[in-house]
């Protein structure tokens, strides 16, 4: 498995399969914040799109600092894409970021406080 430092065809093939991801944001004193979360890549647009819940840490501390690390393992193929994050509030951005979602894993359920989290690639790295 060569290493990658771009959004090839293999690299986006993983991030089309149904893996989860770790998310790692930076909490206000400088410590990492990482948690689960389903990412979905868009490469032609180099950029990806998550959902989740306006109250979220993660939302607070992306507002704070826009800095973020998205990572997926599956045995030994792993990618980490990094970026800046934006949280969006307005209907057509969640309602994209629930779509790609939805193709990717599953319809999520309804959720009244969702927000999109669209992040723009600034590096690709991974073996697959």
């Known amino acids: 498995m060569p290493r990658v430092h771009q959004l090839t065809e293999e690299l986006v093939a993983f991030w089309r399969e149904r893996h989860l991801c770790t998310v790692t944001t930076l909490r206000a004193d400088g410590t990492p914040h990482v948690v689960p979360m389903g990412v979905v ?13 306006r109250t979220s840490q993660k939302v607070a501390n992306l507002r704070r600092r826009p800095t973020v690390a998205v990572c997926q393992v599956d045995g030994r193929r792993w990618s980490t894409l990094e970026g800046r994050a934006e ?25 009244p406080d969702r927000v999109a989290i669209r992040i723009r690639l600034s590096s690709v790295i991974g073996n697959v």
């Open 41 to 53: 890549l868009d490469p032609e647009q180099r950029v990806a799109w998550a959902i989740t819940s």
């Open 87 to 111: 949280v969006r509030t307005d209907a057509e951005s969640v309602a994209e970021a629930v779509s790609r979602y939805a193709e990717r894993y599953r319809q999520p359920r309804e959720n």
